[in-house]
């Protein structure tokens, strides 16, 4: 944030923009994410490792609002610079990849298509994390659970491809 008093407190509605763009969009995905008793993915055969269903809300919650951050810190870094454009590209392309990854494992009903995305997805975060360590280390640090939790989401979506033919 900015070193000022009234500096800091003008840049609370971007920080909280920030925030909630990620939390509503990212959350948009839970449209189509039916894990009820008797839906699609409660009849899947599910690896050990599968988290219980109940974690993941509050885990994607708490990790858009570190993304939202994250994605403020970038931001007022300055939009003229070319660093925190791409940046800020990349954050938004694997934001869409991330809300896609909803749409298509459970609204299409395709692990595989889910495996495809999600796999592109870790690599942008990946790309993600780099360039904002670039601009600003702190950014790249708060997105280091989301990828950690994206790793184990990816071998969920895998185990669930390959255990379910």
Known sequence: MAE?????????????????????????????TMTGPGSWYDSLQKPFFTPPGWVFAPVWITLFTLMGIAL???WESGTERSEVKAALV????????????SFLFFGFRSPILGLIDIILLWVLIAATIRA????KKSAAYLLIPYIAWVTLASALNGAVYFMNP
């Open 132 to 135: 904002f360590y670039s601009v």
């Open 90 to 101: 990349l954050f938004g392309f694997q934001f869409a990849l991330n809300v896609l990854w």
């Open 72 to 74: 403020y810190l970038v």
């Open 4 to 32: 000022t008093g009234r500096n800091t407190i003008q840049s609370y509605p971007k920080l909280a923009a920030a925030i909630l763009i990620c939390i509503i969009v990212g959350s948009s995905g839970s449209l189509v």
